[in-house]
């Protein structure tokens, strides 16, 4: 076989320039050409075989001078790639496995460095240009650099050595080496003699996989419900692509930040993984399935470079969504993009760049270029952009995401107006379900009007009649434009999206069950009194669904059982798209002030010539007061798919399970799963906290499923502490944003093993007092987390425990402290502590306690036995609690009357207590008497009279020095906390003992409570 031009393989004893006994090999006499690069593009590609784990074996790169740049190889049994620093390698990436071989690629085009090590496309590193600059990431909401601009690209390799040692043999660990010089022979871009192909695409962001903590899910009013599982093999990506694919979508596309030589590699190694499931995906009977990358433009050299590194890896598979506009029978890779003003600014010029230098490079394809700004998004093309656009571009459409309903019409205004500019340009249109900014620079809302958003636009985009239409997007959940099944709708968007396609591409309709309706109903998730109620009834066409069909609904009040709203749908049909039209119910009145907060249960039947169907387990609408802020969103539930009354799902919180009373908590609860029924053992649960995830959907009795961290992958393990079919965790995450007021609520969801579905009831919890008399209240369970990941001062956890209550009297940790948070037992990975070291002190604002009445309530495990600790202490002596030496718990506060010695009212607990146990404890002053108690029993109770000045609030130790601390407040110098602390709240009044009693039933459902600390 004849090597291709450019190209030369070289007989392996010309490559033996190893050197072994520890010495190092220098391509020397009959090699140093073939291995001296020149230019700016060229490819070397080989494969190092049978390395030891006592072996190393590099692929060297030097510059002119011979000074070493990088090298990928193997030392120490595992691949890497290093680059040389400060006279020292300096590691890259190391291979998280041992192995004995690799393929070893390096890659430069236009100067742009892609160093592979593994298979091809498993590009380790990045490298810009020589003298390249490398653009900082830019902060969307101010356009300012979010990080520094990177370093310019390192001196052009001019010299790959081979270089290693091998103890017992000199046989070479390389194999198959290739060297091509130069770039490959550019080509010309063809004319398109027609469109491209009929495609429907949607959008996958890698940054919010269905099995990752990304940041915001904290805050996002939605999240996946695509079941995590724990089978050999399995990804939950491909899972979601298998839906995209049965629900009649052709291709998805993978977003890519093309702004920096490392953003690059991480969407290079994306695009690789999401093309390998979709040539899975294939093989198992979607034939027609492709995918495309998806690139969002800043640095047009960088992207040139990274779409010929692309090309050159991927170019040929089959998987790549291919356009079949030309003669060449294969068709032309496609490449979606996406642009915003504040990374580029997109001038035709610098598009014509992008095109032209990709077919400098030696390879034509298929680009197709995003309308953006303002005036897209309200739904007109920019007539001068379009003009200078079209005419060297192959494809136009517009994202949507932000945008309003009328910008689906733009593929008709290309048509009408600017079609001429270019024969056979292919247009396409986006559809999205709506907008809901979670970001807190942006609350930009489009309400999805229950599902008439995403209806109207289809209606839009139909009238420009598309080459493609482009789903926004499969999974931004930070922007709630998706169509991935989701604890708010089930796949009910996809389902209706599933339709449309059917009629579009002239496919049959999907056959449902004989004679039985599938019907989507939608409302909203939350309402506020003077709000109407409104419900909608949307059919979803089958080939052999029911030709008549009627729907009762009824909405009650929960704690009442009033009748809110009861509406009779007149007759309509399941059976043909044209059927697929809307109704709606709405209450005669606006909600009435009394029934916030509180909670309305939606019932439905509907009657067919087949009898009467009654569905169940529909999640109820949250009415909230008016001063709060709630979730936007909507339920779009598919009564077809929900479970019969022989299942449940039952969620307590801190005990309770029913919504006409609410639960007794605040910051920290104690939550437990329930399922029950046929086929239960095999049900998967997720579980939601004011619209924001609490658990992915998964088993049970598999740990890992809550949120805990953030930016963490999912993994599933087996519970030492739940079963199949019940959970006990602790929820402890704070409110992301002050405006989220009022009681906290709580549904979960579950998915049987045949589909079917179920929620909970839901449940509202408020604190034992009204929101303004909870004056402070702290969950030690972690740091503030961060709140975006692209926002400048956002993108990093707070160094503090933050403040659940309104007033938001947060505890900055010391910059040098010794604390730790350490997990709790029995709660799956759900509860943590603070571990206090005994010597920090952590201090809260002067007048976080009030100076009359109050009530503390902690939950802690003593630290060391038979010294002196302080829990809490109020320096102007309102209240304090202190751990003795004889492990008794005391009480203390300065009566109105000062006198010394002995100046305080003490109480203590009657007995020591127990040192490996979590404690239960209320401090009461109720403006005559101090009052402790423990673990749910009165302990003592002492008058004492009079108001109290404040000068601070410590939690750990005393705030004064050890001269006042000994002399005023009777402490010994050594009295800092070493034990674990989980929550300390104040309340701005004396609470009665019902309360008491209410607060410690809910302490003791902790599962920690009951467990021996560790």
């Not at 799902?649 to 309770?656: D, F, P, Q």
């Not at 006409?660 to 104690?670: D, I, P, R, V």
Request: glycine share 10%.
């Amino acid at each position: 076989m004849h090597p291709a031009p450019g190209q030369r393989k070289f007989p392996l004893f010309c490559l033996l320039c190893l050197a072994f006994a520890g010495l190092t090999a220098v391509a020397t006499a009959a090699t140093p050409d073939a291995f001296r690069p020149e230019g700016d593009n060229w490819r070397f590609t080989c494969r190092l075989a049978d390395v030891g784990p006592k072996d190393n074996a590099w692929i060297e790169l030097h510059d002119a001078d011979q000074a070493p740049l990088y090298r990928l190889g193997f030392a120490a049994g595992r691949a890497r790639v290093q680059q040389h620093k400060g006279g020292k390698w300096a590691s890259l990436w190391t291979d998280t496995a041992d192995s004995t071989s690799a393929g070893i690629g390096v890659f430069c085009f236009n100067g742009y460095l892609f160093l592979e090590v593994g298979e091809p496309g498993d590009v380790r590193h990045v490298v810009a240009a020589s003298g390249a600059e490398v653009k900082p990431d830019i902060d969307p909401s101010t356009g300012k650099a979010l990080r520094a601009a990177g370093p310019a690209g390192t001196k052009p390799p001019r010299l790959i050595r081979l270089a290693g040692n091998r103890k017992g043999n000199t046989t070479s660990f390389i194999t198959d080496p290739v060297f091509e010089q130069g770039a490959r022979p550019a080509v010309k871009r063809k004319p398109a003699l027609r469109p491209m192909q009929k495609e429907a695409i949607t959008c996958y962001l890698p940054w919010f996989p269905a099995d990752l903590t990304a940041l915001g899910y904290q805050r996002q009013n939605d999240f996946p419900a695509v079941p995590l599982r724990t089978d050999a093999g399995f990804d939950v990506l491909k899972d979601e692509i298998r839906l995209m694919a049965a629900h009649g979508l052709t291709a998805v596309n993978t977003d890519i930040l093309f702004f920096t030589p490392e953003r690059v590699r991480a969407g290079l190694t994306t695009f690789k993984r999401v093309l390998t499931l979709v040539r899975e995906i294939r093989a198992e009977g979607f034939a027609d399935f492709r995918m495309l990358p998806f690139i969002e433009l800043k640095d047009i050299p960088l992207t040139v470079a990274g779409a010929l590194y692309m090309l050159e890896r991927f170019g040929d598979d089959p998987a790549w969504l291919r356009s079949h506009d030309t003669d060449d029978p294969r068709g032309r890779p496609v490449f979606q993009t996406y642009h915003h003003s504040v990374h580029v600014q997109l001038t035709p010029e610098k598009w014509t760049e992008l095109v032209e230098g990709v077919a400098a490079g030696g390879r034509d394809s298929f680009w197709i270029y995003g309308f953006a700004g303002i005036k897209p998004a309200l739904g007109n093309v920019d007539a001068e952009e379009a003009r200078r656009i079209i005419p060297a571009t192959d494809a136009v459409y517009h994202f949507g995401g932000s945008s309003l309903t009328a910008s689906s019409g733009i593929a008709r205004q290309v048509r009408e107006k600017f079609s001429g500019l270019r024969p056979n340009l292919t247009v396409g249109g986006s559809v999205h379900v709506g907008y809901y900014s979670a970001r807190t620079y942006s609350r930009n809302f489009i309400s999805p009007r229950h599902t008439a958003e995403l209806r109207e636009q289809w209606a839009y985009l139909q009238s420009g009649s598309p080459d493609f239409v482009h789903l926004t997007t499969w999974n931004d959940w930070n922007e709630a434009t998706t169509f991935c099944p989701s604890f708010s709708d089930l796949g009910s968007r996809l389902a209706i999206m599933q339709r449309y396609l059917a009629g579009w591409f002239g496919r049959p309709l999907p056959t449902g069950r004989d004679g039985v309706p599938e019907i989507v109903l939608s409302y909203r998730k939350s309402l506020y009194p003077g709000e109407p109620l409104r419900v909608e009834v949307l059919p979803l066409p089958t080939s052999n669904g029911a030709k008549k069909v009627r729907c009762e609904i009824v909405v009650t009040d929960a704690a009442s059982g009033r009748v809110v709203m009861r509406e009779t749908s007149p007759d309509f049909s399941t059976t043909s798209l044209d059927a697929m039209k809307a109704w709606y119910a709405q209450s005669a009145e606006p909600l009435a002030s009394d029934l916030a907060p509180g909670v309305l249960r939606v019932a439905v039947r509907a009657m067919t010539d087949s009898g009467e169907i009654r569905y169940h387990h529909l999640p109820d609408i949250v009415v909230s007061e008016t001063e709060n802020y709630n979730d936007q969103l909507f339920y779009n539930v598919p009564l077809h798919r929900l479970a019969g009354p022989e299942r449940r799902l039952a969620l307590r919180i801190n005990g309770s399970e029913s919504a006409s009373a609410k639960a007794t908590g605040n910051g920290l609860y104690a939550v437990d799963y329930e399922l029950s029924g046929p086929g239960s053992a095999g049900a998967s649960v997720a579980g939601m906290k004011r619209g924001h995830l609490m658990r992915f959907l998964a088993p049970l009795d598999r740990d890992g499923a809550e949120v805990v961290d953030l930016n963490k992958r999912v993994t599933l393990t087996l519970s030492a502490d739940a079963t199949k079919q019940r959970r006990s965790v602790v929820e402890s995450a704070a409110r992301w944003t002050p405006a989220e007021r009022g009681p906290d609520y709580f549904a979960a969801l579950a998915r049987f093993e045949d589909g079917t579905w179920a929620y909970s009831p839901t449940v509202l919890a408020a604190p034992p007092v009204p929101s303004p008399a909870l004056v402070a209240d702290w969950v030690f369970a972690g740091l503030k987390p961060a709140l975006m990941g692209n926002v400048a001062g956002l993108d990093k956890p707070k160094n503090v425990i933050e403040d659940r209550s309104l007033y938001r009297n947060e505890l900055t940790l010391p910059e040098k402290n010794g604390l730790k948070f350490v997990d709790l037992p029995g709660s799956g990975g759900t509860a943590r502590a603070m571990q206090f070291d005994g010597q920090t002190l952590l201090k809260a604002a002067e007048d976080t306690a009030g100076n009359g009445p109050l009530t503390v309530e902690v939950i802690f495990r003593p630290g060391q036995t038979g010294r002196h600790e302080v829990i809490c202490w109020q320096r102007g002596a309102q209240a304090g609690l202190v751990m003795e030496k004889t492990g008794h718990l005391k009480l203390s506060r300065l009566p109105e009357l000062r006198a010394y010695p002995d100046p305080f009212v003490e109480v203590r607990s009657r007995k020591p207590l127990a040192p490996d146990r979590f404690h239960h404890v209320v401090a009461v002053y109720d403006g005559v008497a101090l009052t402790l108690w423990l673990n749910g029993e009165r302990q003592d109770s002492k008058p004492c009279l009079g108001t109290r000045s404040t000068e601070g609030f410590a939690i750990g130790g005393n705030s004064a020095g050890k001269v006042a601390a000994a002399s005023v407040d009777g402490m010994p110098g050594e009295g800092f906390f070493t034990g674990q602390l989980v929550k300390l709240t104040v309340y701005g009044r004396g609470l009665p003992p019902q309360a008491i009693s209410q607060l410690h039933q809910v302490a003791a459902r902790l599962p920690f409570m009951n467990s021996p600390a560790q």
